[in-house]
């Protein structure tokens, strides 16, 4: 592995270069710890790779800002009373009750109730409550987006492919090569048009893998609004915080 760095405006971007005889094109992926990775064909010289960095640097600076607003968030989250927590775009303050058998949340009104067993210790109250929070959300998510799939899997005439909901700092949905879709945990926070947009765009690449131009008319065809959505998901996104 080499690392190598360039020069964007003020900042310093610093990056890890791994090659791979199987490769034959250039990918740059940056991590949710912000490390920047380049993973390159083994013919590849530095002087190449620096170029293809310097002209994705604007990319990769606001990935790099993303991940620092994203976790200044999720370190910022405490899971006591009065919090807000968002679903389906809507904001509910955190409530959380001592009367239970166990740790189990649910939505009542205006608030997240979670209920606790009333022996919880100090020190394990904030893991109970996050996880309670945590179980209810990815119910919640398998539900609505298992519904989103098997109706825009009608609309783009395909099968209704299997998925997953798991938490993911960086995506926010992806599709396998054998067609299995992912869906990050997080997105049930967002307003039901953006949840809907990632649905769809992850359907769309059964048909297309790339971001060709097929792939973009044929979400569009589905999709009129789909850039609106889109940009306000890339807006709101580092809110969805859980």
Request: charged content about 30%; glycine content about 4%.
């Amino acid at each position: 592995m080499i690392s190598d760095s360039i020069t964007f405006g003020t900042t310093a971007i610093t990056y890890a270069i791994t090659y791979s005889s199987r490769r034959k094109h250039v990918a740059i992926a940056v991590t949710p710890n912000k490390r920047v990775e380049v993973l390159a064909p083994s013919h590849l010289d530095q002087a190449a790779i620096q170029d293809l960095v310097r002209r994705k640097a604007s990319w990769v600076k606001e990935q790099l800002e993303w991940f620092d607003q994203i976790n200044n968030l999720t370190a910022s989250r405490e899971y006591v009373n009065g919090e807000t927590f968002l679903y389906l775009g809507r904001q509910y303050r955190l409530k959380i009750i001592y009367d239970g058998k166990k740790a189990l949340a649910k939505l009542k009104g205006k608030y997240f109730e979670v209920t606790l067993p009333e022996h919880t210790r100090d020190e394990k109250k904030r893991e109970a409550v996050k996880r309670a929070l945590w179980r209810w959300y990815r119910s919640h998510a398998e539900e609505k987006i298992g519904e989103l799939v098997q109706s825009y899997s009608k609309r783009l005439h395909i099968e209704t492919p299997g998925f997953k909901v798991k938490y993911q700092a960086k995506r926010w949905g992806s599709c396998s090569k054998d067609n299995g879709l992912n869906i990050n945990l997080r997105v049930i926070m967002a307003p039901m048009s953006q949840i809907e947009y990632v649905v769809a765009h992850e359907l769309c690449h059964q048909k297309y893998k790339d971001h060709s131009a097929e792939f973009w008319q044929l979400l569009r065809l589905v999709m009129p609004d789909y850039e609106i959505r889109k940009d306000n998901l890339k807006r709101d996104g580092r809110m969805y915080t859980i």
